[in-house]
């Protein structure tokens, strides 16, 4: 929550600007400017540090970012954010000192780590637990979690002053020095190292260098090209020619949505020392056209993921700017011009149907859908059918589903068992006690989880509204509409919603059967112990009170959490549950929602309200920030802990031909078989 001291930022052209206030002392005469800024890891907030050593906070999770002015921490030559504990500045001092201030202390709290003898001016970091800094005669590789220095590089700091030194993703460390010699090492092999001229490869008076995301190439600039080396055999693979009286200051990559899935990043901002900054299509080998709102730079930021913008004008003022307000209709002319034409021809209607799936694997990767969800927080309303479908690769097995339908018609187990479930829509009725009796075909056991028509219904009906929809999505691909095609392909089938629901039951409930009928102990101990560990508080409330986790635990895994949160927020939710496909997440989100309700709960507690009725109704929470809560639970966990010990940290997928996958092979059948003879007989009478 936001207290009085936040303001909000100006908004300028596409973006927002942070100026500092003009000093009015006649003494003063500097111009008030900002000198070092760092995105948090979630690109939710931003810091500055400005001339004076104080330090500012720029709330970025609304749509209208705001800052506030905050302690004063000191002149820094760098700043960064630990990945190792968030809420960590990591800061570079004149001393040689590593400072770590604790940025949400109620105190100044630090921590200084010596080691360098000259002043460190540049960090980077690998897999959020290695740090590697370095001066002009130093690099210190320090291990963030001890605070402890792990390694000093041996660097030719007797020959040449050190330009840059940083970390890839792979594990690579560059060494730039100032002769234009590259020192390199992998980590884990530190003892070993590899000098490279880089006047060899053509490129002299290099000014700045980065690693693609995925650590394969190093991206150069010097004073005439843009180079693209390999880090495996260290051999040149591109080299782009600067446009005249250009002369390069900085280089930052642009990891964001509009980047293909190529072993080189596409986009590259190249910051001129005229102050411009420029944008470099690498696969295309193109200048992408400059807009004027990035023009009077003189220290430009990207975010981690690539959605902010951050930089410092000339004037010393902050600007932060989507990045997508700036490069992305640049960069759909750019493909767009140099896409080749395809020759289209006719072909069957199969063909069409085959062209449609593998456009839609294509279009709805991964990665285009995590940067989606970066973006946006949820997916579009109108294409969450085909996304979902896409990630779990539902196989629409007609033949499988065709043989439950025939048997549930055959024998109607659950048609008594729902009579007292309250829908008055009678067709969503009807859709439910249909699906609930393939299930109980599938797999007999499920007849008697009382709580499974609370489960599947959420999933059920977002398959069977939007199933039109759906189904237009697909037709959006097909270029031919003819009047036949157009009634196959709006046809409404509530197949797809059954084998959801299927993917739901086989890799998020698989292992809630071991004690059926009663609820999952082992799963909710699992529960039990990650609440201990991260708030072990509430626990000892819950304790103290008799309040079991069947009470707070299991009504919110029983529902996926839907009877908790509003329809839209639910949706979020599962967004991104399902994007991750790791069924731990559920797990760690019915924790998260304990832990950002314990205020409520505490309150309920003392006041002697109904704990049970909390859990069971619907609250006013966001997705986001159970989302925020279970994603730390899940990096900052230790191990022995971690419900991926426990259960399948994989997601299993259904089977395109044959029958579905059995559920629940090792579950004693004595208690299916006695209801379904019960039913039957009563069906009979």
Known sequence: MRNNEWIKLTKRDAGYKYELRACVRKDCTAAPSFTQMAFDHDEELMIAIDAKGYLHCIDLSDDTPCYKRSVKIGQATFVAFNPAYKGELLMGLDSGNIKIWKLHTAVDKFILLPGHKLTPTRVSFYKNEWCLTSSRNEAI????????????????????????????????IVVLYHNDTVQTWTFGQLDKDIKIDAKILGMRLIVDFIFTRD??????????????????????????????????KQLCAIPCSLNDDKEIAEIVGVLSRK??????????????????????????????????????????????????EIVSRKYRES??????????CAHKTSDHLEFIRQRTKRELNIK???????????????YR????????????????????????????????????????????????????DCLAHWCPTLMHASFLPNLIFPFLIVFQVQSLVYNRCIFFFHKKKTYQDINYFFQKDPLLGFE??????????????????????????????????????????????????????????RTTLSEVLSGNEWLILWDHLITFQKPSVLLMCVVAYCIYSRETIISLLKSSGSVETFFGAQGNVRAKDILNIAKRLDRELPERLHPDCYIRNKLLRLNDKGSYPMFLKDCPNFLSEELTNTQSKEIQN
């Open 141 to 172: 590789i320090w291990h963030l979690p001890s605070y402890g220095k792990a390694y000093q590089l041996k660097v030719d700091a007797k020959n040449a002053v050190i330009k840059k030194a940083a970390f890839s993703n792979a594990g690579h």
């Open 215 to 248: 650590g394969k190439a190093v991206i150069t600039v010097d004073r005439e090209n843009i180079s693209v080396v390999s880090t495996c055999t260290w051999h040149l693979l591109k080299r782009i020619r600067l446009p005249k009286n250009f002369t390069a």
């Open 275 to 324: 102050c411009v900054l420029h944008f470099c299509n690498i696969n295309a080998s193109s200048f992408l056209e400059t807009s004027r709102s990035v023009d009077g730079i003189k220290k430009v930021l990207v975010s981690f993921a690539g959605k902010y913008i951050a930089h410092i004008n000339l004037q010393g003022c902050l600007n932060v700017t989507r990045t997508r």
């Open 335 to 344: 493909r767009k011009s140099s896409e080749p034409r395809k020759v289209l």
């Open 368 to 382: 285009r859908l995590m940067a989606i969800l970066k973006e946006f927080g949820e997916y579009p309303k109108k």
């Open 385 to 436: 059918v085909l996304i979902w479908s896409t990630i779990l690769k539902l196989p629409s097995n007609k033949n499988a589903y065709v043989a439950l339908v025939n048997k549930a018609i055959r024998n109607r187990f659950m048609l008594n068992s729902l009579k007292s479930y309250p829908l008055a829509d009678r067709s969503k009725r009807s859709l439910l006690i249909a699906t609930m």
């Open 500 to 557: 959801l629901i299927l993917c739901i039951l086989l890799n998020y409930c698989y292992n809630w059967f071991e004690y059926h009928p009663l609820p999952p102990l082992n799963i909710l101990g699992i529960i039990e112990n990650i609440l201990l560990e991260a708030d072990p508080a509430l626990l000892n409330t819950f304790c103290k009170h008799g309040i079991a986790t069947s009470v707070y635990a299991w009504p919110l895994l």
